[in-house]
């Protein structure tokens, strides 16, 4: 059993006095985890990327990110400028139907009404979509 423990080196890892103290059969299944940990150590393939990684690579991945974060930022802020617009546009296009309309009420409450609607079924389908509901 000595020349088992020589073999795998385990005197380094586990003292021998700690060794001894274990049963035989227990000791065994020991040596054959063990063996199987350093067998699966040595013959694991390292990515060859990732053994050439230094500090700089990791500092130039972080800047690259922080120069993406700040682009998503201000594609967003633009976003939220259109639909500022688009809103503006609407409620403009809507104050036109009211005034020019205002003597034929019934064409204007159906237009209203057709303009509310697609609106709101535009509104549902980008919630249903944002949802993934597709």
Partial sequence: MEKDIEKIGTSKV???????????????RLFSIMKETMISSFMSNTDPIAEKITAEHISKVL?????????????RKSEKNYQIVYLLIGLAFIGFLIVYLKDDTELLYKIII?????????GVGKIRKKNGND
Avoid: H, Y
């Avoid at 690259?64 to 201000?74: T, V």
């Avoid at 303009?115 to 709101?120: E, K, L, N, P």
């Fill in 114 to 122: 057709a303009i509310i609607s697609f609106v709101g079924g535009f």
């Fill in 63 to 75: 800047d690259n990110a922080n120069i993406q974060d700040e682009r998503d930022r201000k594609e």
């Fill in 14 to 28: 586990i003292p021998n006095e700690v060794l001894e103290t274990i049963p035989d059969e227990e000791r065994g």
